[in-house]
């Protein structure tokens, strides 16, 4: 395979529709929705208890936070968006500095906005004898905290064990006195026959590292879904390798393939022949509006990330068992289900045993999903989350 096409068959994590530069767009059942609230408001039942008549966009302000100051159910964006639907057209597109106010008339209510919906500058005020200026931030908010996702981004990989086994791999270090590899050194990598590591305008120059590390195995079925690959470091290309039977010097006094090149840029950890080269992904602007998905969702949590960890909980991320072949996406909101123990009833006098009922225990957000797992942020959790805990469709 290519490695133009292996890049793509590993790096692509979102929907064709959504792999661009643009952030997510409203679907047409949002912007309904919203239009739908923008006329006639929301039921004040549907407020958060403690919902604030008037609230300042700040700094380091999130649209899920936003959304769970006026509103119970975070995940119910096109509601908080179409309240101010005149005011604010984009719900991508809230800026520090603006003024949101919470109106109740009767039995619904309504959130204007006021001062600038597109991150311009809004209508001069002058004040005297003094004038106060503060800086803001000239970006919309993020959805979620980005420290909280950022490195999983780009740093997990997830992909079946025979496409990782065919990327090119580190074979040596330049320097035979030592085996492992940091930032700094010089290497040396191979392909595999049929797609020997080249350097050309057309072929990729940049790599990121991998190690196989994880199998991904789905608790109910027991079927390995993926294994997730280590990511470890950065290298760029310097030099291609030669075919056998050549040299890089054009004579034929060695007939042995001479790898290729690699200089290491960047590593999270030493490095080790073995390791498997995938080229630099595109730069991605990717968008998580909370949203919850329009099919039923039955999942399990595959696995808690961090070194040893063994429970999740607020801000933790974990894999779950479902992904873009189940109609996964970024930004799907699930909930998260504690599994009921099995106990034996001392009650009855035979000692049956049972299983206690399975019990809501707070909410995931999914930032990136892959084709059969995704990774998901707990946003928010009661008690703790472990592998095997379901998730299913969020309710109000």
């Known amino acids: 395979m290519p490695l133009g096409l292996l890049a793509a068959a590993l790096l692509t994590t979102l929907p064709a529709h959504a792999q661009s530069a643009v952030s997510r767009s409203v679907t047409p059942e949002q912007r309904s929705t919203a239009q739908q609230v923008a006329a006639r408001g929301v039921p004040l039942s549907a407020l958060a208890p403690d919902a604030p008549d008037h609230y300042t966009v700040r700094r380091g302000d999130t649209l899920w936070g936003i959304s769970g100051k006026f509103l119970k159910s975070p995940w119910l964006w096109p509601e908080l968006w179409g309240m101010n639907l005149q005011d604010i057209r984009n719900p991508h597109l809230i800026y520090p500095g603006q003024q949101l106010d919470l109106e109740r008339a009767g039995e619904r209510a309504m959130l204007r906005a006021r001062g600038s919906a597109d991150g311009q500058p809004g209508p001069t005020v002058r004040v005297s004898p003094r004038t106060r200026v503060e800086t803001l931030s000239a970006g919309p908010l993020p959805t979620l905290q980005p420290q909280l996702i950022e490195p ?38 191979r392909g595999p026959a049929d797609a020997p590591l080249l350097k050309g305008s057309d072929r990729p120059g940049n790599f990121r590292v991998f190690r196989t590390a994880t199998p991904l195995k789905d608790p109910v079925t027991g079927e390995i879904l993926g294994y997730e690959g280590q990511y470890i470091g950065q290298a760029e290309l310097v030099r291609g390798e030669t075919e056998a039977g050549e040299t890089q010097d054009g004579t034929d006094e060695k007939t042995l393939p001479v790898p290729a090149t690699i200089d290491i ?4 950890e030493e490095m080790q022949a073995g ?18 998905p329009e099919m039923p969702v039955d999942a399990r949590v595959v696995l808690v990330h961090g070194n040893s960890v063994r429970y999740a909980g607020q801000n933790y991320i974990v894999v779950i068992n479902k992904g ?6 970024n930004g799907h909101v699930l909930s998260l289900l504690s599994a009921g123990s099995q106990i034996v009833d001392k009650t009855d006098g035979e000692h049956t045993r049972i299983k206690l009922p399975d019990e809501r225990n707070g909410l995931v957000l999914v930032f990136r999903p892959f084709d059969r797992v995704s990774y998901a942020l707990v946003v928010e959790s009661l008690r703790e989350v472990q592998v095997g805990d379901r998730l299913g469709n969020p309710t109000r």
């Open 275 to 292: 390791d498997r080269l995938i080229p630099e992904p595109p730069r991605i602007f990717r968008s998580y509006v909370p949203h919850a």
């Open 152 to 189: 999983f981004l780009t740093e997990p990989l997830v992909v079946d064990e025979a496409t990782f086994q065919h990327a090119p791999r580190i074979v040596a270090q330049a320097n035979q006195a030592r085996m492992l590899m940091v930032k700094g050194d010089r290497a040396y990598a």
């Open 324 to 329: 873009l072949r189940d109609g996964i996406e």
């Open 265 to 268: 840029i960047n590593s999270k």
